[in-house]
């Protein structure tokens, strides 16, 4: 049988900060607002001329490097993002530009904060199959240039960033496999998080060429954060019933960094230990489909998470959007 493994990992998080201080100065906010309701200290912020494909390659190399795996040994590149380079082509072909490979198929996911849970549940199948053997999956974001910095209750949330995975196939489970993936999507709930421009829709619009476009980030954050919360539950329930697995078997749960606060209020829902799940929101502020990568290559980074242990990613995005994977680190 095929098994797919997480054979390298890498991130990026640009150069320049802004902190809750320098919020302060921005919008009616303070830091310590801040941090009471996001757990968010800093985040960081991606250089006027630095483009999600661009973050995309600095974490995708330094993956590369730890799989040793050259680029031209990858059969597919997975890109989840929802502010790309351009509408075309899509960021994933420029990242396959800026690797000085071709003749490799690349996509663009779209589906927000969930995008790269998605993405490794695809590069899951194609390995397990047989289609392929290494597959790269990333997850970047510039989010600045879609936050409205004079709303006090989105732009204290998001920062830029990005994290890779290279995914490998391999006949040995106990180097990696993945046990549980389940991908879930609720079109009715698109209004609690959305961005109205650009698109179809706004384009029929008579203002849409006045400079009218409303391009930033809304979210109607109470409803967000309940259906978060009652998404992560029961990702997590149901991974351990179809797996059979007991909470003690999951040894580490890496969370999309939405908010410190969802994070704690699932642990106290569940009664899964706050000292097994990866918290990273402090200094990176949600990176939407680039924080599951992001945390996690910075948590084995930082020794946490070893090899051979299990994980569990749990995910939610606009759309809404959600996705889980329990899978052999």
């Given at each position: 049988?095929?098994?797919?493994?997480?054979?390298?990992?890498?991130?990026y998080?640009?150069?320049k900060?802004?902190?809750?201080?320098?919020?302060?100065?921005?919008?009616?906010?303070?830091?310590?607002?801040?941090?009471?309701?996001?757990?968010?200290?800093?985040?960081?912020?991606?250089?006027?001329?630095?483009?999600?494909?661009?973050?995309?390659?600095?974490a995708?190399l330094?993956?590369?490097?730890q799989?040793?795996?050259?680029?031209?040994?990858?059969?597919?590149?997975?890109?989840?993002?929802?502010?790309p380079?351009?509408?075309?082509?899509?960021?994933?072909?420029?990242?396959?530009?800026?690797?000085?490979?071709?003749?490799?198929?690349?996509?663009d996911?779209?589906?927000?904060?969930?995008?790269?849970?998605?993405?490794?549940?695809?590069?899951?199948?194609?390995?397990?199959?047989?289609?392929?053997?290494?597959?790269l999956?990333?997850?970047?974001?510039?989010?600045?240039?879609i936050?409205?910095?004079?709303?006090?209750?989105?732009?204290?949330?998001?920062g830029d960033?990005?994290?890779?995975?290279?995914?490998?196939?391999?006949?040995?489970?106990?180097?990696?496999?993945?046990?549980?993936?389940?991908?879930?999507a609720?079109?009715?709930?698109?209004?609690?998080?959305?961005?109205?421009?650009?698109?179809?829709?706004?384009?029929?619009?008579?203002?849409?060429?006045?400079?009218k476009?409303?391009?930033?980030?809304?979210?109607?954050?109470?409803?967000?954060?309940?259906?978060?919360?009652?998404?992560?539950?029961?990702?997590?329930?149901?991974?351990?019933?179809?797996?059979?697995?007991?909470?003690?078997?999951?040894?580490?749960?890496?969370?999309?960094?939405?908010?410190?606060r969802?994070?704690?209020?699932?642990?106290?829902?569940?009664?899964?230990?706050?000292?097994?799940?990866?918290?990273?929101?402090?200094?990176?502020?949600?990176?939407?489909?680039?924080s599951?990568?992001?945390?996690?290559?910075r948590?084995?980074?930082?020794?946490?998470?070893?090899?051979?242990?299990?994980i569990?990613?749990?995910?939610?995005?606009?759309?809404?959007?959600?996705?889980?994977?329990?899978?052999?680190?």
């Amino acid at each position: 049988m095929n098994y797919c493994r997480i054979s390298g990992l890498g991130y990026y998080l640009p150069e320049k900060v802004l902190t809750n201080q320098d919020l302060e100065k921005m919008v009616d906010t303070s830091d310590e607002w801040i941090r009471q309701r996001t757990g968010i200290e800093l985040r960081h912020i991606a250089g006027e001329d630095e483009l999600p494909s661009d973050m995309a390659l600095k974490a995708s190399l330094q993956a590369l490097e730890q799989s040793q795996i050259k680029p031209e040994d990858l059969d597919f590149i997975l890109v989840a993002t929802l502010y790309p380079d351009q509408l075309m082509p899509n960021t994933a072909c420029e990242l396959q530009r800026k690797l000085g490979i071709s003749n490799v198929p690349s996509l663009d996911i779209s589906a927000a904060c969930s995008g790269f849970v998605y993405g490794l549940s695809i590069a899951s199948q194609y390995i397990q199959s047989g289609t392929y053997k290494n597959i790269l999956v990333v997850g970047t974001e510039t989010l600045h240039h879609i936050t409205n910095y004079e709303d006090r209750t989105t732009c204290i949330l998001f920062g830029d960033g990005a994290g890779a995975f290279v995914v490998s196939q391999t006949d040995d489970p106990q180097k990696g496999c993945v046990y549980h993936q389940e991908l879930q999507a609720y079109g009715d709930l698109g209004e609690l998080l959305f961005i109205s421009s650009p698109g179809a829709k706004q384009a029929a619009k008579k203002d849409f060429n006045t400079g009218k476009q409303d391009t930033y980030i809304h979210m109607d954050g109470q409803k967000v954060f309940r259906k978060a919360v009652q998404i992560m539950c029961d990702a997590y329930e149901k991974a351990l019933k179809d797996t059979g697995r007991t909470p003690d078997q999951i040894d580490w749960l890496v969370p999309h960094q939405a908010n410190e606060r969802i994070l704690k209020k699932f642990c106290k829902s569940t009664s899964f230990p706050e000292e097994k799940v990866i918290f990273d929101i402090k200094e990176t502020g949600n990176t939407s489909s680039a924080s599951i990568p992001l945390s996690m290559a910075r948590a084995v980074e930082q020794g946490k998470i070893k090899r051979g242990q299990d994980i569990l990613m749990v995910a939610m995005g606009g759309g809404m959007t959600s996705g889980s994977i329990l899978l052999r680190y």
